[in-house]
């Protein structure tokens, strides 16, 4: 599907699906209901002009937003550099709605789509992704494909990772102990599996593995064994006061007791940590020579994940002991472009204070085969 005014989607879930089934106004504007839904959807982008820059050296070509979210970072990306174009992806309907509204004034320059972005290597290369024969036909296109984006060197990727302010402020998404809804947090809500089937259907002992994962450290057998305890629990309200009963004024750290265990439940819904590392891994050995990978993320567990990863492509995979001359043969096929992980200026966390917990890496693709040849 495609339509020069409000950008192109694909999926029988996604914005232009909703979108033109609400049907166009007479003066051919977009529908009311579509720009209600992304003047409505809030999400301020993070270290955006952090991002902008980072990606100033790459060759004309494509960039993949792999989480769109609202399309802030999209959006400054597409008005910095008229030389690219953006493939934006996420798995949540909203998401995919209020970025195609916004991107919609680049015209074909940006296609929107719902998916998740563990498909983002084979999506970009028009390599892997769905099978038959239409597919095969998709790949074999070029640069003129179906999709419009088959073919066109990926010059880089985005990933700004974990959950918008959005999802994070709608009530009924359960996302958040500040509203009581039923627990869901599904960023994804075709998926069947929720946080209420996670929090009554597993055994304690899967419960106390997921929370210690996440940091709740020793707490995290005697809160596994309060929630089974309390089952049914079916509200983000009873979880949240399971999990204040459970550990101890004293002990509490930072913040609400409750923020790490709805981090976990929410990792564990969305299955957030199992495809990064292979995605990161994929996408950066995807990129042409020059391409650039930047990565945004919310808390250790995903930036130790990024770090490993890019460090990896960085060192290519060298295994000589630190600090003496690499004599294993290895060949980095990427360089790091940043020292450490860059955090958000102190100006941007008090306009932002969501910012606060961000971590930003990067890496440039080299002219040398990743240690898989290069293949994802
Ligand atoms: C922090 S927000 C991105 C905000 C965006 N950069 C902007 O400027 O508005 C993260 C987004 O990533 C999406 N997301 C998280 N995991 C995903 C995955 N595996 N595949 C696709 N989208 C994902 C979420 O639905 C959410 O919309």
Redesign the pocket.
Known sequence: MRSPSIGAVEDSYSAHFHLSRLGRQPDGALPIEGLRMSQAYH?Q?VMVSEVVELFRPVPPGLVV??????????EALLAAYPHLRLLG????DE?VAAATARLAAFGPRAVVRK????RLPGLATGRGGPAGPAARHARQSGPAGPHGWEGIPLVGALF?????SQ?LDRPERGFSYRFDAPLDMR?DRSRSTTAADIVNGWTEEHLAALLAAHGEGWFARRLAGAIVGARPVLTTRQLAEVVERSIPARARRRGHPATRVFQALRIAV?S?LE?LGPTLAATVAALVPGGRCVVLSYHSGEDRLVKEVLGRAATGGCTCPPGLPCVCGARPWARLLTRGARLPTAEEVARNPRASAARLRAAERLDAPAANGGEP
């Not at 792999?66 to 802030?72: D, E, M, N, P």
């Not at 700004?160 to 918008?164: M, Q």
């Open positions: 999400h982008a937003d792999a989480t769109v979210g609202g399309g802030g970072h999209a992806l996420d798995q949540d998401a998916d998740r972005f563990d700004d990772l974990g959950v918008s999802q960023m969305n957030e495809v």
